[in-house]
């Protein structure tokens, strides 16, 4: 075998080793681009996706990794009606409301929302629904807010988000720990109140009582959805 070979058995074997994996259902090929390693394929949820890269990321012989891992959404949605559904939840969200927003409709940039003054500015894009969100914010709970309301679309099948900050800000676990605050508050179908966040190094622990598994998972995915994320380590236990 050549290194190449050995650094893709690793990775197959990496991936087959991850519990929360379905490779039966939902198989992942894995290649080799010259030195960097490509995942492909359709995943069951966020969880999946983000445990599929850890995994390989952790295998040493690449250079890199090329995501082509799609989420199964939710919804069958074609990709204006994805569109459409991200331009409403952020022209919809107070903090958005001084930055600018625009589409990319048949290949045009088309304004959307442009107050005076605006404080940054947000382009939706969409194919084959995966969303592509580019433009400047103010901050980075913005950035990490738009990714969220993106994730939320239930045609969605993955997010690419490449907002930057302006001015940078440096990030930490409490700026991260504040995002997913805020995300479980803004999810109609979590109550908040009853889950406790901590964060280190970016790996989330969430921890607390919910009345049905569905409420625990929501919960869970609230947070792989937020930019930076790392790892979720769900201890939330239910109660009904």
Same mark, same amino acid.
């Given at each position: 075998?050549?290194?190449?070979?050995?650094?893709?058995?690793?990775?197959?074997?990496?991936?087959?080793?991850?519990?929360?994996?379905?490779?039966?259902?939902?198989?992942?090929?894995?290649?080799?681009?010259? #030195? $960097? @390693?490509?995942? +492909?394929?359709?995943?069951?949820? %966020? !969880?999946?996706?983000?445990?599929?890269?850890?995994?390989?990321? &952790?295998?040493?012989?690449?250079?890199?990794?090329?995501?082509?891992?799609?989420?199964?959404?939710?919804?069958?949605?074609?990709?204006?009606?994805?569109?459409?559904?991200?331009? #409403? $939840? @952020?022209?919809? +969200?107070?903090?958005?409301?001084? %930055? !600018?927003?625009?589409?990319?409709?048949?290949?045009?940039?088309? &304004?959307?929302?442009?107050?005076?003054?605006?404080?940054?500015?947000?382009?939706?894009?969409?194919?084959?629904?995966?969303?592509?969100?580019?433009?400047?914010?103010?901050?980075?709970?913005?950035?990490?807010?738009?990714?969220?309301?993106?994730?939320?679309?239930?045609?969605?099948?993955?997010?690419?988000?490449?907002? &930057?900050?302006?001015?940078?800000?440096?990030?930490?676990?409490?700026?991260?720990?504040?995002?997913?605050?805020?995300?479980?508050?803004?999810?109609?179908?979590?109550?908040?109140?009853?889950?406790?966040?901590?964060?280190?190094?970016?790996?989330?622990?969430?921890?607390?009582?919910?009345?049905?598994?569905?409420?625990?998972?929501?919960?869970?995915?609230?947070?792989?959805?937020?930019?930076?994320?790392?790892?979720?380590?769900?201890?939330?236990?239910?109660?009904?």
């Amino acid at each position: 075998m050549t290194a190449r070979d050995d650094v893709l058995a690793a990775v197959r074997s990496a991936l087959w080793s991850e519990p929360r994996l379905d490779l039966h259902r939902f198989p992942i090929a894995v290649s080799l681009d010259e #030195d $960097a @390693l490509i995942l +492909e394929g359709d995943v069951a949820d %966020i !969880a999946q996706k983000k445990l599929a890269l850890e995994r390989a990321a &952790a295998v040493p012989g690449s250079a890199g990794i090329l995501d082509r891992l799609r989420v199964r959404p939710a919804e069958r949605m074609g990709d204006e009606q994805v569109r459409n559904a991200v331009r #409403d $939840a @952020l022209l919809g +969200e107070p903090a958005f409301g001084e %930055i !600018a927003l625009y589409e990319i409709d048949a290949g045009e940039k088309k &304004a959307v929302h442009t107050p005076d003054g605006a404080r940054g500015s947000v382009v939706v894009d969409v194919s084959d629904g995966v969303v592509t969100l580019d433009g400047q914010v103010p901050g980075l709970g913005h950035k990490r807010l738009a990714g969220v309301l993106a994730w939320w679309v239930p045609g969605s099948r993955d997010v690419i988000n490449g907002l &930057a900050v302006e001015p940078p800000e440096e990030d930490n676990d409490a700026e991260i720990a504040d995002a997913v605050r805020i995300a479980l508050e803004k999810d109609m179908f979590v109550n908040a109140s009853q889950i406790r966040i901590g964060v280190k190094n970016a790996v989330v622990t969430l921890a607390g009582l919910v009345p049905s598994e569905a409420e625990r998972e929501m919960a869970e995915f609230d947070a792989w959805y937020v930019f930076a994320v790392d790892k979720v380590v769900n201890r939330i236990e239910v109660h009904p």
